[in-house]
């Protein structure tokens, strides 16, 4: 009797370590599998296992609370894709766009120029899937901004304007737009504020020619991406999504104009009127081109490397008025530094025609100043 009952005790005591070492594994297991994914042990008292939760029954994760759906939400009907068609029925480009305001009968929509440049009908989009044929109201190249109006009656939102000014690096921002055409249209990316007034140069007219200060993020941009909004946390539009760098060794730098500059525009583009631009009356050759220095027949010291150079003067022009002259190598704009054609040109067209401003120049070693009244440029 007493070899009977020592016998189920050694089964008993068996039976014990085998379930206790399976007990053991799993609890090992578990362990590892919630460090390998981020995520808490629900087990845990730790602070961390409140915002953090694991729904182990059916392996799905909630991997954080916080979200940016609620912001999403407050502009994604408000976006829409744009069609640019090359005639009736034939699509040349797709982008982005997004409702900023409505009056009475009308609603009107933010774009790049290049998204519907040379267009012969433009279409919008919207979220429900509706097409709508627009009405392109004004464009500029150099803004690269346009201003589409379309019925009140067809429109389901509109985005709050906010301000990029009061932006901070690092900032939380998001983009909603169409990334490589309709298939992924409704796109939201989201990323920080990288960079502000980013100084980007772009070709226009010709190479290089043109600056544009813009705001950086890293946030997905892709080609369709072009004219969608770049928003902040609370679902306000602080830029309008305007390019990005497309290098084999570069990722995710994308760019978009403040949102700022774009409104301080935005009356001339609704009502159609041409954007008048101030000139100088000059040909112009940057300090590095030396192939077509030695054309014009000016030889520069080797010590200067950066600047515009005077090739020509317009007659009667506010040039001809001033103490300027051909070789001259113009160094400043009214204290802000020229390098090149394109950053004279930035710097230029933020004066208006009848404005006095300061030239700093460069004349057989010695820097001179003069004045020049602006003309209205007829280009």
Sequence with gaps: MQSRNNFNLVIYLFVAFILGGLLMYLI??????????????????????????????????????????????????????VRNYKNATTIQSTGSGFVYKTDSNYAYLMTNHHVIEGAAKVTLITSKDKEIEGKVLGSDEYLDLAVVRLNKSDIIDTVKIGTSENSKLGDIVFTIGSPLGYEYRGTVTDGIL?????????????????VMKVLQTNAAVNPGNSGGPLLNASGEVIGIISLKLVETEVENMGFAIPIEYAMSHIDSLEKGEA?????????MINATDTYSLYRNGIMLDKNITSGVV???????SSASKSDLKKGDVITKLNGEETENIAFLRYELYKYK???????TYLRDGKEKTTKVKLTENKE
């Excluded at 008292?45 to 991997?63: E, L, W």
């Excluded at 954007?275 to 040909?283: K, Q, T, W």
């Excluded at 005077?310 to 009667?316: F, G, K, L, S």
């Excluded at 025609?353 to 030239?359: E, H, L």
């Design 353 to 359: 025609v009848g404005d006095t401003i300061t030239i």
């Design 28 to 81: 090992a297991i578990n362990t590892d599998v919630f460090q390998s994914i981020g995520v808490s042990n629900p087990t845990s008292n730790s602070s961390n296992s409140t915002s953090n939760t694991c729904r182990a029954c059916s392996g799905t994760v909630i991997v954080k609370e916080g979200s940016l759906s609620a912001s999403v939400e407050k502009a994604y009907d408000a976006v829409m894709m």
């Design 310 to 316: 005077v090739a020509e003067i317009t007659t009667n």
């Design 275 to 283: 954007i008048v631009r101030p000139m100088l009356g000059i040909s």
């Design 194 to 210: 990288s960079g502000k007034d980013r100084e980007v140069t772009v070709s226009l007219a010709t190479t290089n020619d043109w």
